[in-house]
């Protein structure tokens, strides 16, 4: 086979959603934030480290049978902001989209302030301002900068 002939790695899927052009080395976070840990049954396909030419390397993930919700896209955003989602239905794209950084993301991120109000017994929801550094609760101004797949809300 030729440098220029392109090999299909990984099989396509009939339902679901595929995640392409997320950062190289960034697929297992993106099950994170999906709750995909390989005990539920989720026929998932992950290629990592793919030759890319916009970013270099790339990670691509492929979920049969689920399409993501705008919570999950949201916060996908923020670790995956260069993702390209395409929902697929009978082996076709029926819809592709870039994702795009919301302002805010509200009740899928907890605080690790352990003393704001989000994480006390109060029936309030975790808001934090995305901004480029990080995202910042909106309660008690602490900043997350790093691990974000750890601070996702069980569902």
Do not use: W
Not at 9 to 36: C, F, M, Y
Not at 91 to 116: M, Q, T
Not at 135 to 153: G, K, M
Request: glycine share 8%; with cysteine.
């Amino acid at each position: 086979m030729s440098d220029n002939d392109q090999q299909l790695r990984v099989s396509k899927i009939r339902n679901g959603t595929v995640i392409d052009h997320i950062a190289g080395g960034q697929a297992l976070n993106v099950l994170a934030i999906l709750g995909i840990d390989g005990t539920s049954g989720d026929s998932v396909s992950v290629a990592m480290n793919m030759p890319s030419d916009r970013l270099g390397h790339k990670d691509v993930v492929k979920v049969e049978g689920r399409e993501l919700s705008q919570d999950e896209v949201d916060v996908l955003s923020l670790i995956a902001p260069a993702a390209t989602i395409n929902i697929i239905r009978d082996y076709d794209v029926i819809e592709k989209r870039r994702v795009e950084r919301p302002s805010v993301v509200e009740g899928v991120l907890e605080c690790p302030n352990h003393n704001c109000i989000t994480t006390e017994n109060e029936p309030v929801d975790s808001r934090f301002a995305v901004g480029d550094d990080g995202v910042r609760c909106e309660y008690c101004d602490t900043i997350i900068r790093d691990d974000l797949p750890a601070h996702i809300l069980a569902e």
